[in-house]
């Protein structure tokens, strides 16, 4: 075995070309096919490993100079492989075929080879088949070299019923009926060298837009009828991109089409399947003039970075599972770059912050992770798609490049691609190829980032004639005899600092301390805001900084808003500089401040106790009712994204928390004209008049909503009202909800609507008893890769009774685990702790603080 890891494919052996024929039938439990397989071999061998998963083999045999010889079968299933053994053993050397004949069945997990249902407007059920091949996926619909070194061409012949679409990663070159079967053979063009996670098809009843062609790339949206006139957007968005990344690296779009298909049922967000994109309805298909601007931005973010891995990830590709941060982490920067390039007023690296946060929320609990580590079992790839490998790595990527400057950073890529196109990389190759470009350390540097969890805290003091930095790590669970878990101890930090008068100066920190002479005017740590790590400023420079917040640009003033905050959940710095910040915002405008401060006074509202809330109250009102006051409680022709947005968030708060009077009947008349048919709020008001109307909400709203998501106008309208859902406080309503989660509502909706009632602090202890007690339904029923998301508001049992349930949530995850998610699930209960401690630091003497 190679590496002696029993999953691994024994070395010596690898796949040139696939042919391989399946006959799909949506409406069918079962499938068939037949798969040949043009072989090298370094030397002779007799036997013969491949991946394969729940598929039975009814043939096998190898074709050599004409010759079959049949091959004996026996499975591993332990280790999903299957060994063939040859009687004399198959040359070295090209010439050898390996045929073999398989059947499996439509698979209802959302992975491998399953099964989509979705209801037409008439109230029709019909199925769709298609596939989710990343990480390990492949083997579950044929035998196969499951693993991304393994790189080969594919010809793909589909059988499916008569008039049925079929799509699969290249052109259609043909279809003819096979006689006396009811069905049609589907040929598609012979891919390059891809590696087979990349492999797709899809098969059912579909609507193809308008073709449009962008740099002779023919682009399409496919979706499933009843969907006409929600691809536009998309397609518009899909020809930038490819003549953006076309640009950027120099390198042409390596597909002969782009196909863009939205599924119904999608675990993830869209698989980057070379030439036949898939993903979730609501990644893709959109109304402009009534989508909220996060929701317009979701799909260009997801389409930008989906075409980005064309070139990162389809063309090179990662030799092993754990170089996908670098697919995953790189695809997410160039899918911000060209949102950005879009649109220039959406400010997408001002938004990227929010998303950075996320994952510096995980990486300060010692249950985090490096960004690479050993990858081994296909439970350990699949452990690799989290925040710490999009958004960590995304942001490590932006800091390296702004520190080596943007034009460096873009030849040292492009060098980087050319290189190994059409081949396999490792994550080295990258940093020397940027090292190449720059004359910088950049592996030395990287490494540091990449090898060890965690991120540091520079701390920064005066200094006569600058600033003195030190650097240890942060953690959000510090205590002593804590343990340190994943965090690492020190890192090579690219530092970029500036005065509020012009000054700047780039240094790379590689000791504990480090002084910088600038001044006298105050200092800005982490100038520009793109480094990965968070800064405290002693007490005399945050005064002087506080007191200049203008003079920050935005992503300076977000990580001194982001970053006090983080200091007081670790109990390093006092609540009362993160409320002094918070009053400071009430002249904000930017939505992403704006939402760490709603997050925070979120958080004060939970642990508050009878002495806590009023004041807690009155602080967010001081806040969010100028900000409301002067963006407008009506939105205005020629608003721009910032303002909608921030004006979202304003109500929002003020509606659930604060309880508004003029905004509750602002939002109860838009909901009754919803009702009526006739007006109802703009897109990006409408999350916020559902979730104002549902804290307040009777049996008769929680009906109108629900029928809404059983009727949508489009999938961001279902899924609004769906987690609308979720915020109803009687007890009655939630426990219904619930309990859709285990039949009507979508496999990979469930889970987040459950997520979204642990975080109700009306319903969530129903919420914990319904997954106490159908824990075991829920993990047979739902995807494994949405698991951990069910329960990441377990960290929020902080309340005055919900936090007495703590215990009893620490209780039961010791014997019952996650069959996949269990770091994440940890870093959910790590998570719990550390607000746990914030709550008996503060809970008692909140209102004095305030």
């Known amino acids: 075995m190679r590496d002696d890891n029993p999953f691994r494919l024994a070395p010596g052996i690898r796949p040139i070309a696939y042919r391989l024929r399946l006959r799909i039938d949506p409406d069918g439990e079962e499938f068939e096919g037949e798969v040949s397989i043009s072989i090298e071999a370094d030397e002779p061998c007799r036997s013969i490993e491949l991946n394969l998963v729940d598929l039975t083999i009814q043939r096998a045999a190898a074709k050599t100079r004409g010759e079959s010889t049949p091959l004996a079968v026996s499975y591993r299933p332990e280790n999903e492989i299957v060994l063939l053994e040859h009687p004399t053993g198959l040359p070295t050397g090209q010439g050898s075929t390996l045929e073999l004949s398989f059947t499996g069945r439509l698979r209802s997990d959302l992975s491998g080879l399953y099964r989509s249902v979705y209801t037409t407007k008439s109230g029709e059920r019909r199925n769709l088949a298609t596939t989710q091949f990343e990480s390990t996926g492949a083997r579950k619909a044929f035998p196969c070299f499951d693993e991304p070194e393994m790189k080969a061409t594919f010809q793909v012949t589909l059988e499916v019923p008569a008039g049925a679409s079929a799509v699969s990663n290249y052109p259609e070159v043909s279809r003819a009926p096979v006689t006396g079967t009811g069905f049609e053979a589907v040929s598609f063009g012979e891919t390059m060298r891809i590696s087979s996670y990349l492999l797709a098809f899809i098969v059912g009843d579909l609507v193809t837009s308008e073709t449009v062609s962008e740099r002779g790339v023919p682009i399409r949206v496919i979706h499933v009828p009843g969907k006409e006139g929600l691809d536009a957007f998309a397609l518009d968005v899909a020809s930038h991109a490819v003549r953006y990344f076309e640009d950027f690296f120099d390198i042409p779009f390596p597909a002969p089409k782009l196909d863009l298909i939205a599924i119904p049922d999608f675990a993830f967000g869209a698989m980057e399947n070379l030439g036949a994109v898939t993903f979730r309805e609501t990644a893709l298909l959109v109304d402009p003039e009534t989508a909220s601007q996060p929701e317009l931005e979701r799909v260009c973010d997801v389409v930008c970075h989906e075409i980005a891995h064309m070139w990162f990830g389809d063309l090179v590709t990662m030799k092993w599972w754990n170089g996908i941060w670098l697919n995953e982490a790189f695809a997410t920067f160039m899918e911000v770059n060209a949102s950005d390039a879009y649109r220039p007023d959406w400010r997408k690296w001002d938004s990227f912050g929010i998303a950075r946060l996320t994952a510096l929320g995980i990486d300060s609990l010692p249950s985090t992770r490096p960004i690479e580590f050993p990858v081994i079992s296909p439970r350990d790839a699949e452990g690799m798609f989290d925040p710490l490998t999009y958004e960590k790595g995304c942001g490590i990527l932006k800091m390296a490049e702004q520190f080596l400057g943007e034009e460096t950073f873009r030849k040292g890529v492009k060098a980087y691609l050319v290189a190994h196109s059409y081949g396999n990389s490792e994550t080295t190759d990258l940093f020397d190829a940027l090292s190449a470009a720059s004359g910088q350390p950049v592996s030395e540097m990287m490494q540091t980032w990449i090898n060890q969890g965690g991120h540091p805290l520079v701390t920064v003091d005066p200094l006569p004639d600058g600033v003195r930095l030190t650097q240890t790590p942060f953690r959000l669970l510090g205590q002593e005899g804590d343990p340190l878990g994943e965090i690492g101890r020190a890192w090579h930090i690219p530092l ?87 009053r400071r915002a009430a002249d904000e405008r930017d939505p992403n401040i704006l939402q760490v401060v709603s997050t925070g006074l979120q958080v004060l509202d939970r642990v508050a106790g009878p002495s806590g809330i009023a004041p807690v109250r009155e602080l967010a009102q001081a806040v969010f009712r100028p900000v409301l006051d002067a963006l407008g409680i009506e939105p205005g022709e020629g608003d721009g994204a910032q303002k909608r947005v921030s004006r979202s968030i304003a109500f929002a708060i003020l509606g659930t928390l604060v309880r508004d009077g003029e905004v509750i009947e602002a939002a109860t008349e838009w909901f009754r004209e919803e009702i009526s048919g006739v007006g109802g709020p703009s897109g990006d008001l409408a999350q916020a008049v559902l979730a104002t109307v549902a804290k307040r909400g009777d049996e008769a709203d929680f009906a109108f909503i629900l029928d809404r998501f059983r009727h949508p106008k489009n999938p961001q309208d279902e899924r609004r009202h769906l987690f609308a859902l979720a915020g109803f406080e009687q007890p009655g309503l939630a426990g219904r909800l619930l309990a859709m989660c285990l039949g009507e509502i979508r496999t990979q909706d469930a889970p987040f609507v459950i997520d979204r009632v642990l975080a109700n602090p009306a319903a969530q202890e129903i919420a914990l008893d319904f997954v106490f007690e159908r824990y075991d339904e829920l993990l047979a029923r739902l995807p494994g890769n949405t698991l951990e998301y069910m329960l990441a508001s377990l960290s929020l049992f902080i309340g005055p009774e919900s936090h007495l349930r703590a215990p009893q949530i620490f209780d039961f995850f010791k014997s019952h685990k996650l069959p996949r998610g269990e770091r994440g699930l940890q870093q959910t209960l790590d998570r719990l702790t550390a607000n746990l401690r914030f709550r008996a630091n503060v809970a008692g003497s909140l209102g004095s603080y305030l």
Request: hydrophobic share 45%.
């Open 496 to 582: 970029m600092a500036r005065t509020l008068d012009g000054q700047e100066q780039h240094a790379l920190m590689t000791q504990g301390e480090h002084a910088i002479k600038l001044g006298p005017a105050p200092v800005v740590v982490n100038a520009h805001g793109w480094g990965i790590y968070r800064t405290r400023y002693s007490q005399q420079l945050l005064v002087q900084i506080a007191e200049n917040l203008a003079a920050l640009e935005t992503m300076e003033r977000f990580n001194l808003f982001s970053d006090t905050w983080a200091m007081v959940i670790a109990g390093q710095s006092p609540l009362s500089a993160a409320i002094e910040l918070f």
